[in-house]
């Protein structure tokens, strides 16, 4: 796993799609969990690095999307981890509503793809969990709605050390900082607000749902992509 600062870690084990790892409290908190064909690697990463899986207290999805949340399943085989989200994405997650789906040819290839590679299943219950109503476990964290990839889509943020944890709302696939494809997201209107009230954020380190992390004066990359 990478390190982004004293106890935020990358975990390298999700291949294309990031999680990340809390540590300092009582107990781990997970940042997605990564597609669920990855999710032994994952628990291998975290035991390599001398964790076990009772050891995770909670797991924030940062939207429900098959590659963030697939590992959900494996993950709650230990029936303590608790499941936080934005209440916009719960029903989704707990499969009272089917994930509302991408729009054009590449909207359909990704589900298509996703369909085929990418199982998941729902979860039993999920703790709601948006701004000014923190993660119980994590209250060094707020949390951010950022809509727009999908419309209950939050991102995580340290003030003490600027860390803002962005799940899709930007990639940085092939270290290149861009906003997901405009027909992934769900409302690029919504992109483009939640992209301009982050680029006003003192951001230091960037970690996104993809790709490596940004080090180092992240909001002059955040900046950038804000449409004038
Ligand atoms: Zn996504
Ligand atoms: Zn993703």
């Not at 107990?27 to 964790?51: C, F, M």
């Not at 509503?97 to 793809?113: D, K, Q």
Request: net charge neutral.
């Amino acid at each position: 796993m990478i390190r982004l600062a004293e106890g935020v870690h990358r975990l390298e084990s999700g291949g294309f799609v990031n999680s990340y790892l809390i540590t300092g409290g009582s107990d781990l908190t997970l940042i997605d969990a990564g597609p669920a064909r990855r999710a032994p690697a994952l628990l291998a990463e975290l035991k390599a690095n001398g964790y076990s899986p009772t050891d995770i207290g909670r797991v924030v999805v940062t939207h429900v999307h098959a590659d963030h949340v697939g590992g959900l399943s494996l993950l709650l085989t230990q029936r303590h981890i608790r499941v936080f989200a934005h209440p916009l994405e719960i029903p989704a997650l707990t499969g009272l509503v089917p994930v509302p789906s991408l729009r054009g040819p590449l909207g359909f290839l990704v589900e298509t793809f996703a369909e085929q590679f990418l199982p998941w299943k729902p979860v039993e219950a999920a703790f709601p969990t948006e701004p000014g109503h923190p993660v119980r476990g994590l209250p060094q964290w707020q949390v951010l709605h950022t809509p727009g990839h999908t419309a209950g889509s939050l991102s995580l943020y340290e003030p003490v050390r600027q860390i803002l944890l962005c799940g899709d709302l930007l990639s940085n696939r092939g270290g290149r900082l861009h906003p997901v494809a405009g027909s992934l997201n769900r409302d690029p209107g919504a992109v483009e607000r939640s992209l301009k009230a982050v680029s006003a954020m003192d951001v230091d380190i960037l970690g996104c749902g993809h790709g490596p992390e940004v080090r180092g004066g992240a909001f002059r990359h955040i900046e950038k992509l804000v449409p004038a």
